[in-house]
């Protein structure tokens, strides 16, 4: 299996993506990378093999870049180049922790959206108490939505869930502000009467401060409540670690007590810590693209790339078309 990887996309690249590529390809016999980006950059941390080859080039795509006109002005940036690798079936996936809205851009331009997916849905796994994370769609992709956007979310959702999770039946949840059937706006209603007669395994609606304790394994709302949803649980996971930390060695006794709890808290830490979970997949375009966190360490990218890598294995966009037109065709 070959992933194209941006090497020069997020806060820390290209070390901390080379550092996390390392890690894969230890963790992975199987795995070649093609590292795409500025080559006397990349040969600072790593040597071409067998199993690494760098793709060159000079230009980027910065954070602060439009998407749209960053994508068509910069075509051989390494973060286009990236998937025009898979495009041309010279990788199976791409990784990239570079501009959100540019790596969307360039999944659509470059290797389009599913059939029958109107629009695709940026989707990363968060974290619950009992470790077992959920799903959550979409955050950010699109602020706006209609009905059957969030309805194919859930049908996504629900084959990733299976096919990479192994959730025998996962738990289909409908972010909203209460949970009786008749709260929300008119799009949550709509989107309730539907998918209360589709296929999946709908729980109903669930609200914000309950999709830490588990209540559902895939959660789907718009972008704009979704990226609200995945900065509070960040900021909020960041601010605890940061207060405890402070309290912690505040004094000698609270010094010794957090010697005795350290390994306690390490345990809560990779419970809760975003970068266990991986990226988040593009989900609803014609290949697996992972968008890993812009301020991922080589932890947080290894993590991504064991998911792009899984999502290959686990033949997930084809099982998706295949769900999407057994569906559509049902409704014929």
């Keep these: 299996m070959k992933l194209a990887v941006d090497a020069m996309g997020g806060d820390n690249a290209p070390e901390s993506i080379i550092k996390g590529c390392e890690l894969a390809l230890q963790a992975y016999s199987d795995l070649e990378i093609v590292l795409v980006g500025k080559e006397d950059e990349i040969k600072k941390y790593i040597q071409p093999t067998e199993r690494i080859q760098i793709l060159h080039t000079d230009v980027t795509i910065e954070g602060d870049d439009s998407p749209v006109r960053a994508v068509r002005r910069k075509k051989d940036s390494s973060m286009v180049l990236a998937v025009q690798q898979v495009k041309d079936g010279n990788a199976d996936a791409a990784i990239s922790a570079g501009n959100t ?11 389009g ?5 109107e629009r695709p849905a940026l989707s990363p796994m968060l974290p619950t108490l009992d470790g077992n ?11 706006e939505a209609k009905p059957s956007h969030l309805v194919q979310y859930a049908l996504m959702g629900d084959v990733y869930m299976r096919k990479v999770r192994k959730v025998q039946k996962p738990r289909i949840g409908l972010l909203n502000v209460g949970t009786e059937a ?3 706006t008119d799009l949550t209603k709509q ?3 539907m998918l209360k007669e589709s296929s999946v395994e709908f729980v109903g609606n669930v609200e914000a401060r309950d999709l830490l304790n588990g209540v559902a394994d895939v959660v789907i ?3 704009f409540s979704g990226n609200l949803v995945l900065k509070t649980i960040e900021g909020t996971a960041m601010s605890l670690f940061s207060v405890l930390k402070t309290e912690l060695t505040s004094n000698f006794k609270n010094k010794l007590a957090a010697g005795v709890l350290k390994p306690a808290f390490k345990k809560v830490k990779q419970q809760m810590d975003y970068s266990e979970y991986g990226g988040a997949g593009l989900f609803g375009l014609n290949a697996p693209i992972i968008k890993a ?9 290894f993590n991504a ?14 099982t998706i078309q295949h769900e999407l037109k057994d569906n559509y065709e049902e409704k014929e």
């Design 113 to 117: 959206r599913i059939k029958g997916i």
């Design 305 to 318: 790339l064991r998911q792009a890598k899984t999502m290959c294995e686990e033949d997930v966009v084809t």
């Design 191 to 193: 989107v309730f009467a």
């Design 221 to 223: 709302c718009d972008g």
């Design 101 to 111: 809205g540019a790596l969307m851009t360039t999944g659509l331009l470059v290797v």
């Design 133 to 143: 994370g959920f799903l959550l769609l979409d955050v950010g992709a699109n602020m």
């Design 182 to 184: 008749g709260k929300g």
């Design 293 to 301: 966190h812009g301020s991922s360490d080589e932890v947080a990218f």
